[in-house]
């Protein structure tokens, strides 16, 4: 049973406009959660994080907002530039220990047209 | 800043052969974690240390082994390899205890002949 849902394999968007990437988790006990950027061959790249204990976070472009009761996340984009073009995944940990394990979603190939 | 460095970056193996991926965190990270993507999948955590002790182990098959080493550099050894084991390896680290921002390295391609 996958913990950790994208369930939109695909997003596409116009540039400038906003991109609302989405994300639903199973497991109630997770409290820390992050995105990821990622091109083909390469290494995940970190973009923001939010914990449990708050219901958004915003960094530049990007803002995350959490809904703990509806066990969902998203990211927002604004405004989206063709260089955020990528697979993003969401990502959902525990925060008790070092060492904790990220469980991935499946992902989301954003792609934003010029 | 400096990154997660991963060696070698592309590797070539035979069944039944033996690989050995190399991982070295970020200065001053103390945890370092392994996961493997398969083509058109997310990715899937192996096995984790924290300050040179196993933290965490997920599905990592009984022929793989790895361990942090007292520089914190860490390495994922794999024997007796088999086809599906050809994926893209990366390793992560991070500074402290639970809830730190995972950090990825460039990941190694390994494919099994």
């Known amino acids: 049973d996958q913990q950790v849902k994208q369930n939109s394999p695909s997003l596409s968007v116009q540039e400038g406009r906003i991109s609302i990437l989405n994300c639903d988790y199973t497991n109630s006990m997770f409290d820390y959660f ?10 995940p790249t970190f973009l923001i994080s939010i914990s449990s204990i708050k219901d958004k976070n915003e ?5 995350v907002f959490l809904n703990k009761s509806a066990k ?12 955020d073009s990528a ?11 070092a060492g904790n394990m990220l469980t991935f979603g499946g992902g989301t190939r954003l792609m934003v047209k010029p | 800043a400096a990154g997660v460095i991963q060696s070698p970056r592309h590797l070539i ?18 945890t ?5 993507q398969g083509p058109g999948q ?10 040179k002790m196993q933290s965490d182990k997920g599905s990592i098959p009984d022929r793989f082994s790895a361990q942090q080493f007292s520089d914190y550099h860490s390495e994922l050894n794999m024997s007796s390899l088999e086809l599906g084991d050809s994926a893209l390896y990366f390793c992560a680290s991070s500074s402290g205890p639970g809830g730190d921002t995972q950090y990825f390295g460039p990941g190694t391609r390994l494919t099994v002949l």
Do not use: M
């Not at chain 1, 992050?34 to 290494?43: C, D, F, I, R, T």
């Not at chain 2, 069944?15 to 001053?28: G, M, N, S, V």
């Not at chain 2, 370092?32 to 493997?36: D, E, G, L, S």
């Not at chain 2, 997310?42 to 300050?51: A, K, M, T, W």
């Open chain 1, 87 to 97: 697979v993003y995944f969401c990502a959902a940990s525990f925060s008790n220990n």
């Open chain 2, 13 to 30: 193996k035979e069944k039944r052969e033996t690989a050995t991926l190399k991982c070295y965190p970020i200065p001053r990270h103390d």
């Open chain 2, 32 to 36: 370092v974690y392994w996961y493997q």
């Open chain 1, 59 to 63: 960094d530049g472009r990007f803002t």
């Open chain 2, 42 to 51: 997310d990715p899937q955590f192996l096995i984790s240390f924290y300050e």
């Open chain 1, 34 to 43: 992050l995105w990821y950027k990622k091109y083909p061959a390469e290494g």
């Open chain 1, 72 to 83: 969902h996340l998203s990211l927002h984009i604004v405004p989206s530039q063709p260089g």
